[in-house]
């Protein structure tokens, strides 16, 4: 079977992002065949190429290397006249502009959506914020922690004595893959209707969209939650176990695996009473219940029982740390983690992307560029600028002077 185009080939996105969320989503789109340029300030360029302290990568943030492959990378002093001004020609060759500021930013770089609709009516501009363009909180500053608060996804994690983040940034990660969604399906619309469209994702939304099963819960019946995520669950035994060198994650969802699970750990006599019967008296008896199966448990390696009991049809698994993650040989089959060859960093570790086109030629992944890599190349391709044009950009610090990318 012939392979099939990657299925954004041909359109063009202009990132002027930084930190995470929106990095992380225009690479989503450069993983599918846009072609993504991401604008940076000449000078210190993206915030998260700051962060990480000690734990580098031959010199870089592993942090910005994760969210910026298959991306051209563009300097460009928005803030300059004459930047301003390349801006807006920039834009009217873009489908998908996509920004991470506030409205009264947008407005005082005048910038604004208003405008840069009436540069290109086709236009694809997706603002990515905190807590969005409407509502009381819209020019507060926000971050992922922060989102995560107010979102209420740190009020049913951890223990009840001290609340505690997500082990990854949930907000900026869920928001990136909003606006990845909005952005695909406005760019399947305007095959029908030329049009583009103003898309606001922010992170407080998305984390009230993934604590959406108990805000609902609680909204309708009343019921509350607090920070134990091992027990405020419908489900009887949805929760880490003891084995003997550790955890199992046991997921026993309905009344067929219960019955599976009996038969597997010769249970039948233990639990065979009317408080075992169905799942809301299991939950009522989870603590014995719970005991009972650690019992059996804790006399085998939890490896033994993850093959052992999934093979069997029982929905169970290891509590992984990272190093067990990238050595997994499931993980690694499904493609979940690679390397990009590069000629100066050498392999440069990558989680791979969540999903798979089958009929679709793979691609061939970039990695993360330096500050302004692709001036020559871009300002090129997209509006015809020469050398002498860039020389003179670069003198007038517009975009990233030579000898400062070469060190870069």
């Known amino acids: 079977m012939t392979k099939q185009r990657l299925p ?24 599918l065949g846009a072609e993504v340029v991401k604008v940076e300030e000449p000078e210190k360029g993206d915030d998260i190429r700051q962060w990480g302290g000690d734990h580098l990568f031959k010199g870089i943030n592993p942090w910005y290397l994760s969210a910026n492959r298959n991306k051209k990378g563009l300097s460009l002093d928005i803030k300059d006249p004459k930047g301003h001004e390349i801006l807006e020609s920039l834009i009217k060759k873009a489908d998908v502009f996509i920004v991470a500021m506030t409205m009264q930013a947008l407005e005082r770089l005048n910038i604004s959506y208003e405008k840069m609709n009436v540069l290109n009516p086709g236009l694809i501009y997706c603002t990515l914020t905190g807590y969005g363009m409407t509502g009381p909180y819209r020019n507060r500053p926000c971050y992922d922690l922060i989102a995560e608060g107010v979102g209420g996804i740190m009020g049913i994690t951890g223990n009840n004595n001290n609340p505690e983040k997500v082990g990854t940034p949930a907000g900026d990660i869920l928001a990136a893959h909003m606006a990845c969604i909005s952005i695909l399906s406005c760019l399947y619309r305007r095959t029908f209707t030329g049009r583009g469209d103003l898309i606001d994702v922010c992170l407080l939304d998305s984390v009230v969209s993934f604590v959406t099963p108990k805000l609902v819960s609680y909204m309708a019946t009343g019921e509350k939650f607090w920070p134990d995520s091992n027990q405020c669950t419908p489900i009887s035994v949805y929760q880490p176990v003891k084995t003997k060198d550790g955890y199992l994650n046991l997921g026993i969802g309905n009344d067929r695996i219960w019955a599976r699970v009996k038969k597997l750990l010769a249970l039948d006599e233990v639990f065979n009473g009317d408080e075992y019967s ?22 085998r390696e939890t490896k033994y029982w993850f093959d052992f009991l999934s093979e069997s049809g029982v929905p169970c698994g290891p509590i992984y740390s990272l190093q067990e993650v990238a050595q997994d040989p499931h993980i690694k089959a499904r493609g979940m983690v690679f390397a990009i060859e590069d000629e100066q960093l050498g392999a440069i570790p990558q989680v791979g992307t969540p999903w798979k086109l089958v009929g679709t030629e793979e691609k061939k992944h970039e990695r993360a560029p ?18 002498e044009a860039l020389s003179e950009l670069r003198r007038s610090g517009v975009i990233r002077c030579e000898e400062d990318r070469k060190n870069s």
């Open 278 to 299: 169905s799942n809301e008296n299991r939950r009522r008896n989870r603590a014995k219940l719970v005991s009972g199966l650690e019992k059996i448990l804790t006399t």
């Open 8 to 31: 954004l080939e041909g359109i063009r996105v202009l990132d002027m992002t930084g930190s995470y969320a929106g990095p992380f989503c225009t690479m989503f789109l450069g993983d």
């Open 370 to 387: 330096s500050i302004g890599e692709h001036d020559d190349q871009v300002y090129k391709e997209w509006l015809g600028f020469g050398p």
